[in-house]
């Protein structure tokens, strides 16, 4: 079991940039995948970026290029930097973790990100 803490978020202008860090509570070794997840409001929660234990990272279309996963085993977090930022970008971004062996996620409690125009 984990929990996760997220923080980072905030208002930006357009093309500006934010890190966003997730910190592990618990055995970071007993996961599997962890990702940063976003919902807009009226929108469904989509996957933005994942990586996986072995470092392979993948995102969505409309991040790629802009934003990179990253973790830091030694500090326990997880994080996502968000450059040129985009008003689309608004939303409420969750971090996500998955244990091996296991079907469900682990979330956090979420970080507003807005982006002004």
């Known amino acids: 079991q984990v929990q996760l803490v997220e923080s980072g978020g905030g208002l930006v202008q357009a093309g500006g940039s934010l890190r966003l860090s997730c910190v592990v509570f618990?055995?970071?070794?007993?996961?599997?995948?962890m990702g940063w997840y976003r919902q807009a409001p009226g929108k469904e929660r989509e996957l933005v970026a994942v990586?996986?234990?072995?470092?392979?990272?993948g995102y969505v279309d409309s991040v790629k290029g802009r934003f990179t996963i990253s973790g830091d085993i030694a500090k326990n977090t997880l994080y996502l930097q968000m450059n040129s930022l985009k008003p689309e970008d608004t939303a409420m971004y969750y971090c996500?973790?998955?244990?091996?062996?296991?079907?469900?996620?682990?979330w956090g409690q979420g970080t507003q990100v807005t982006v002004s125009s």
């Open positions: 618990g055995n970071i070794f007993s996961i599997n995948l």
């Open positions: 996500a973790a998955r244990l091996h062996g296991d079907s469900d996620n682990y």
């Open positions: 990586i996986s234990s072995g470092g392979n990272t």
